[in-house]
């Protein structure tokens, strides 16, 4: 049997869903300047990727980088949440009120 497909799978849900949280308190404390964290983490993921000889660990780090390219996306669509009402405004928001 062959479980690496098995254990991939588990991880890339488990980076998912540690990602979800990142984005809203993210934006909530820090605002859409977190996108240049998550652009560097995912140069340097991706490019630890491409180095790392073990193909599990390899490939969790490339999913994890593709994460944090994705979370760039998110972290202005989050904004876009917290306009609407859907979740609730953070310090970050300060200056919207002048």
């Not at 859409?32 to 140069?43: D, H, S």
């Not at 991706?46 to 490339?62: C, D, I, K, R």
């Not at 999913?63 to 609730?88: D, H, N, Y």
């Amino acid at each position: 049997m062959n479980w690496m497909g098995v254990v991939v799978g588990l991880c890339s849900f488990l980076i998912i869903g540690l990602f979800h949280p990142l984005i809203i308190k993210g934006e909530y404390h820090w605002g859409t300047r977190l996108w240049v964290l998550f652009l560097i983490a995912g140069i340097v993921l991706a490019g630890l990727s491409l180095w790392t000889s073990n193909f599990l660990v390899s490939t969790v780090l490339g999913v994890t980088a593709f994460c944090s390219f994705w979370s760039i996306l998110e972290i202005f669509e989050q904004r876009k949440r917290v306009e609407k009402g859907w979740f609730p405004k953070g310090p970050s928001h300060k200056s919207d009120a002048q």
